[in-house]
């Protein structure tokens, strides 16, 4: 009886104006990202101020992509755990809800062994593959290594929020992260600032901090009488739900996967112009971070909304959630394309005073930033299809249409006017193709018929 009180009154995602409901959820996801972009982009302000610029492409570049290869694998599998829980929570199946969970933190625990031990091993390979600046690679192989090793802790905090979310509670969540960014914060100043540990004390508190929201998913999944409740001794997996997880976080996970390997190819072409250049893309990368994560946000959002409307059986309001979260989600990309732009000077002065890279980041910002309105159709209707179980038409054409696209630029494009800028315009170029692909798969209907009758 707990129980099903406890559903019914924390599913209001079913019901009630859709704007309100896709703002409650965005905005708490939306300043949970925030946290999370603000400490990497702590990271590279004071590395870059009290260390130096060969260390700020350690912590950024080559090492980035890397990481994100293996960690946006497991990021995407976690979100399998998202649309299913919030199918079965949206249907009212709750002894197949908490097999979902318990499948998910069994998939944690494994995946975050595996992944973590990949990682450790092949760091030196892939940096060197890669053609990582000779002043940077030390600093980047002990980065990576340590990050590695805390790849448990970052899974176990995913699949966490990744259930919450499911159920409707985004505030824990934004919680957790803001009291992970705090610790990696005070410890970033405590160990680079006044133990000058360097890139190591990034590395280690980087790591800390995830264990911290690690502990504080698992404090708030163990919770007692509430539907998705966390039982250790019922941790296992069960077969058909590890099949629905990984038939929707798969494909969520390689394309991903596509995207880091697409660019992993770009940055081994911009770790070619220089040390200065990997310095300048790193800035840039935490500026335009913030971007992506209001996009992000949004994906998680429609995802999340859409997969308990279907689950629900309630088409229109699915249909309507899309258009109005397309519309939301332009409108919140012209305000940060403006303020990058209005303010792009100021923005990368907080990372270098270094000349030289000032120069090329602002160049990186100033083609870039106009551009990614043309991004949106794929972030909005990629998550909501998504959110029916159907992740593979999403990874499919995303991979053709930006990963396989960008590749391709690098091999017959790059050649030809070998500049920085030729390797920018593949993005937006690559962008709005995707998106056109997406509108017209979106208005034939195929991704909803199936189900909807």
Same mark, same amino acid.
């Given at each position: ?19 309100? #409901? ?24 004071? =590395? ?46 709750? +002894?197949?809800?908490? #097999? ?27 940096? +060197? ?58 410890? %970033? ?33 163990? #919770? ?32 991903? %996967? ?17 040390? %200065?250049?990997?310095?300048? !893309? ?9 971007? !992506? ?22 088409? %229109? ?6 258009? =109005? ?9 012209? =305000? ?72 391709? !630029? ?8 070998? +500049?920085?800028?030729? =390797? ?6 690559? !962008? ?22």
């Amino acid at each position: 009886m707990e129980e099903s009180s406890s559903l019914s009154q924390g599913n209001s995602i079913t019901d009630g104006v859709i704007w309100k #409901q896709l703002l409650t959820f965005f905005f708490p996801i939306l300043f949970g990202t925030f946290f999370q972009q603000l400490y990497n982009t702590v990271d590279a302000i004071i =590395v870059g101020q009290f260390v130096g610029k060969e260390a700020l492409a350690a912590v950024g570049g080559s090492t980035s992509v890397l990481i994100n290869l293996l960690v946006n694998l497991f990021v995407g599998i976690s979100s399998g755990t998202t649309v299913v829980v919030a199918q079965k929570y949206g249907a009212r199946k709750l +002894e197949e809800l908490s #097999q979902a969970v318990h499948t998910s933190f069994a998939l944690a625990l494994v995946g975050g062994l595996v992944l973590g031990a990949i990682g450790f091993l092949a760091a030196p390979f892939a940096l +060197e593959a890669m053609g990582t600046p000779a002043d940077v690679m030390d600093g980047a192989l002990t980065y990576m290594r340590v990050i590695f090793l805390g790849t448990i802790a970052s899974c176990i905090y995913n699949i966490g929020s990744g259930v919450l979310r499911a159920v409707g509670d985004t505030k824990r969540p934004l919680y957790f992260l803001m009291a992970s960014c705090l610790t990696h914060i005070v410890l %970033d100043l405590l160990l680079v600032v006044q133990f000058k540990m360097g890139v190591l004390g990034v590395a280690l508190a980087t790591v800390i901090s995830q264990v911290v929201s690690a502990v504080l998913a698992i404090l708030a999944l163990v #919770q007692e009488g509430v539907v998705y409740q966390l039982d250790f001794h019922k941790i296992r997996f069960t077969p058909s739900i590890l099949r629905s997880v990984l038939n929707v976080g798969l494909p969520a996970g390689l394309q991903s %996967d596509m995207y880091a390997i697409s660019n992993i190819i770009i940055q081994s072409c911009i770790n070619s112009f220089g040390t %200065d250049t990997v310095a300048a !893309w790193t800035a840039f990368g935490k500026i335009d971070g913030f971007f !992506w994560m209001v996009m992000g946000a949004f994906g998680v959002s429609i995802t999340t909304f859409v997969s308990q409307n279907y689950g629900a059986m309630k088409y %229109d309001r699915v249909k309507k959630s899309i258009k =109005v979260c397309l519309g939301m989600a332009f409108l919140f990309t012209v =305000v940060v394309s403006t303020f990058f732009l209005v303010f792009a000077n100021p923005l990368y002065h907080l990372f270098t005073s270094d000349a030289n890279v000032l120069e090329l980041g602002l160049m990186m910002l100033r083609y870039m930033a106009p551009f990614y309105w043309t991004y949106i159709f794929v972030e909005i209707l990629s998550g909501a299809i998504r959110g029916t179980g159907n992740a593979l038409t999403p990874m499919l054409l995303t991979c053709g249409g930006i990963c396989v696209m960008r590749v391709l !630029w690098i091999i017959f494009i790059l050649p030809l006017r070998r +500049e920085m800028t030729t =390797v920018i315009y593949s993005y937006p170029i690559s !962008w709005a193709f995707t998106s056109v692909l997406f509108i017209v798969y979106y208005l034939r209907g195929n991704w909803l018929k199936t189900k909807a009758q």
